[in-house]
């Protein structure tokens, strides 16, 4: 595609449920990150991707997040027995060789955990 | 965490006015980035200095990199009411803890009255 693409563009879920956000980056581009951003805050980075290989998952915050790109394209963050604090926009970013060249940023998943 | 903090946190301006956003970070970098956002919408990079470069310009804009303060600035000038938005300055490679992906920091809201 011509963009960065999310889906879905909002997410509803009761506490407890399972979701899973899915990131379609810009093709060919090697490099996938997952931030989370809180309104009025910058966005925080969760875990990072080159090819299929998750590089990075220091940012993800409990084991219940996980996030896989099994064919080095699509990526999908799962957070398990959603709770109330995970409530947020969930950005997926794509560069082309990692971060030594600027990130391209899709439109987020709004998460709200009710 | 974050590793960039811009500073102010708020910005108001007239329209035809210069504004300046600094931002400091804490550790090694191979490069510094600065993106904008729109009212909650996607993350839009405006540039990117890499660490050897000091100052770097694209159109109305103006980044200045000092490696051995940890600090850049971003200067828009001639401001115009589109350039409200929420800015955020980006590091990229932190040598020192490894990360190699981008890192946000929390953000300067300016806002350009017409």
């Known amino acids: 595609g011509a963009g960065v693409s999310q889906s879905p563009r909002y997410k509803v879920t009761k506490r407890g449920q399972d979701v899973a956000l899915r990131c379609d980056p810009i093709s060919g581009h090697v490099s996938l990150y997952w931030y989370r951003q809180a309104l009025g805050q910058g966005p925080e980075f969760l875990t990072y991707?080159?090819?299929?290989?998750?590089?990075?998952k220091s940012g993800l915050p409990n084991d219940r997040f996980s996030a896989e790109r099994p064919e080095g394209s699509i990526s999908t963050l799962t957070i398990q027995r959603t709770e109330q604090r995970d409530s947020a926009m969930y950005r997926c970013?794509?560069?082309?060789?990692?971060?030594?060249?600027?990130?391209?940023f899709g439109q987020g998943t709004r998460l709200t955990v009710v | 965490s974050q590793q960039g903090e811009e500073d102010p946190q708020a910005l108001s301006i007239q329209e035809g006015e210069n504004a300046t956003m600094n931002c400091s970070y804490k550790t090694s970098i191979n490069n510094l980035q600065w993106y904008r956002q729109n009212s909650g919408r996607g993350l839009v990079h405006l540039i990117l200095?890499?660490?050897?470069?000091r100052e770097k310009h694209s159109g109305r804009l103006r980044v200045t990199l000092d490696t051995s303060k940890k600090s850049s600035s971003l200067l828009i000038t001639a401001s115009r009411a589109a350039d409200t938005a929420s800015y955020f300055c980006?590091?990229?490679?932190?040598?020192?803890?490894?990360?190699?992906?981008?890192?946000f920091g929390s953000g300067t809201r300016l806002q350009v009255q017409p």
């Open positions: 991707f080159n090819y299929e290989a998750q590089q990075d």
């Open positions: 970013a794509s560069s082309p060789t990692g971060q030594r060249t600027e990130a391209f």
């Open positions: 980006a590091t990229g490679a932190s040598k020192d803890t490894g990360r190699r992906a981008l890192t």
């Open positions: 200095i890499r660490s050897n470069e």
